[in-house]
C-alpha cells in the first residue's frame, strides 16, 4: 500500500497542476473538478488545502514571483548597471512569453473562475512588507536602479520610484507584445522595448551615448548567451528542471551576465 502524500506534497501537485492547466488552456481551465482530476485527487481536496479556489490563484501568483524572481536572479550584475536594467527587461519579456497564461494571472491580468490574484503596492513599505515574493522579483530591477544612481547614471532619487517607473514601462511592453500588438516574432525588441528603455535611461539623468552602449552590451550578452544555449542543451536562459522535478518553484535558470556579450 503506497503511503498518505503529506499534506504540502498535495498542495504542491495542486499548484503545479494548476499552472499546467493554464498554459495548456488559459484561465478557464482552472477549474476545481479539473484541477483534483489532474492530480488524482478529489475535488475537495482543493478546499482542504486552500480553503477556495480565491487562496489557490493567490498561491499560483506566489509562484509566479518566485518563478519570475528566480529567472531576474539568473542575471548576474556587472560593472555597468544600466546595461544590467537592459538584461533584466530581456529576462523579465522572455521569462513572460515563456508563461504568459501563469504571469496574467500572477499580476492580476486575468481571473481565473472570476478569482483575481491579491496583489500589494510594492512602492509602499507596508506592501513591500505584504508581499514578499513579488518584493523579491522587483528587488533584483530596484537593485540595480540604486547602482546607476550610486554610479552617477542616473540623477539622485528615490530607488523605488525609479525602479517602478522601469518596471511600468517593461511590463507595458511586455503585456502589449503577449496581446499581439508589436507584429510576429520578436521585433518589438529591437524597434520598442530597446529604444523604449534608451528613452527612460535618458530620462532618469543617464546620457544618450552612455545608454546606446549599454543596450548594445546586453544586447551582444543576450546573443552570446542564445548561442551557448544552442551547443549546451538545457543550459539558457529560463532552462533546467520542470515543475514536476522542483515542485511549485521551478524552472530557475542558470546564471548569465551581459559582460558576456539579442536574440
Not at 63 to 92: N, Q
Not at 105 to 130: C, H, I, M, N, Y
Not at 189 to 207: F, Q
Amino acid at each position: 500500500m503506497s503511503p498518505k502524500p503529506r499534506a504540502t506534497e498535495v498542495k504542491d501537485r495542486l499548484v503545479d497542476a494548476a499552472i499546467r492547466l493554464l498554459d495548456d488552456g488559459g484561465p478557464e481551465a482552472l477549474q476545481a473538478r479539473k484541477l483534483a482530476a489532474e492530480v488524482g485527487v478529489s475535488t475537495m481536496a482543493v478546499y482542504t488545502h486552500f480553503g477556495g479556489m480565491a487562496a489557490l490563484v493567490d498561491e499560483v501568483a506566489r509562484v509566479g514571483f518566485l518563478r519570475l524572481s528566480a529567472w531576474l536572479g539568473a542575471v548576474t550584475a556587472t560593472d555597468d548597471p544600466v546595461a544590467d536594467i537592459f538584461s533584466l527587461a530581456r529576462t523579465y519579456r522572455q521569462a513572460v512569453a515563456e508563461q504568459p497564461q501563469l504571469f496574467a494571472v500572477t499580476f492580476g491580468q486575468s481571473a481565473p473562475g472570476g478569482k483575481r490574484a491579491t496583489l500589494s503596492d510594492l512602492t509602499t513599505e507596508e506592501g513591500r512588507e505584504a508581499a514578499q515574493e513579488g518584493l523579491e522579483a522587483f528587488e533584483h530591477i530596484v537593485r540595480a536602479t540604486e547602482r546607476a544612481i550610486e554610479a552617477g547614471r542616473f540623477r539622485p532619487a528615490d530607488k523605488y520610484q525609479a525602479a517602478a517607473q522601469l518596471w511600468s514601462a517593461l511590463h507595458g511592453f511586455v503585456t502589449l507584445e503577449a496581446s499581439g500588438h508589436f507584429g510576429p516574432g520578436e521585433q518589438g525588441i529591437d524597434h520598442i522595448l530597446i529604444p523604449l528603455g534608451v528613452t527612460l535611461a535618458v530620462g532618469l539623468g543617464d546620457t544618450v551615448d552612455q545608454a546606446g552602449r549599454s543596450s548594445e552590451a546586453a544586447k551582444a550578452a543576450w546573443r552570446a548567451r542564445i548561442g551557448n544555449a544552442g551547443q549546451g542543451g538545457n543550459d539558457q536562459p529560463g532552462g533546467g528542471q520542470d515543475a514536476g522535478e522542483r515542485g511549485a518553484g521551478a524552472r530557475r535558470p542558470r546564471k548569465w551576465q551581459a559582460g558576456d556579450g539579442d536574440r
